[in-house]
């Protein structure tokens, strides 16, 4: 879509650069800002001329920036010693996007987006990884993803603030995972998204996202019984209402997921 009232693209170099005037926003790969009006929109900051490093390594984290697209996420090499490997080709798949998606949307800018479908929210925060936030000046902040994303299409960002990567730390990619996703439709939008991970500590983790307007948490020192799964799921209190599932429905096939997961890795 032609974004008539956008007056000027401006590419920084230099994180100085990174500053947004009243209308302008920060620009990823744009495959969800060009595919909508967008009101009051008058100036695009692009963030992928500042040339991030897709992926590094350190040696406790796994650091993705924020411009790194969902095609370079995929073909992180596999390592025999990260099970948790297979969610990032799971999560991507979910998007349910084709080649030339994949190609230029970043994963700075799914999570960004907020919304309860975002597969690289769900994926970030399964493995507890923590967002890096550039505000103006040199200020610079972490944040978990779980408490980023605050509900639909909203954030914790500041005014100013951009994501600059993401730290996953290589113990959760060791975790044993499992995986549940549903949708009303064979192509369609995620109704429900469920990860779960066991922690090499033994700390079970259960992370919702699409059933809910933001992600849910659900964590556990030990294996938990399957009365105590299902209460914990109960008490989450709040479900997505759209087109895309119904609330009882979503909260149904969380619990049926939820019982899936925990039996699977037991």
Known sequence: MDLITVREIRTPRLRSDIAFAPGEQPLGGGTWLFSEPQPGLTGLVDLTALGWE??????????????CTIRDLTRI?????????????????SLLASFKIWNVATVGGNVATALPAGAMTSLLTSLDA??????????ERRMPVADLVTGVRTTALAPAEVIRSFEIPLTSLTSRVAFRRISLSNLGRSGALV????????????????????????????????GALRDAVDRVDDWYDDPHGA??????MTSLFAEEIRSELA
Not at 130 to 139: F, K, R, T
Not at 247 to 252: I, L, Q, S, V
């Open 54 to 67: 897709p992926v590094t390594r350190t040696e406790t984290h796994l650091v993705v920036a924020a411009t």
């Open 77 to 93: 090499p596999r390592d025999d010693s990260w099970p948790a490997h297979a969610l990032l080709r799971q999560c991507a798949d």
């Open 130 to 139: 923590v967002a890096v936030l550039w505000g103006p000046g040199d200020s």
């Open 195 to 226: 990860l779960g991970r066991v922690d090499p500590s033994g700390e079970r983790v259960l992370t919702i996202t699409a059933a809910t307007p933001r992600p849910v948490q659900l964590r556990f020192d030990e294996a938990p019984t399957a």
């Open 247 to 252: 609330p009882d429905w979503r909260r149904a």
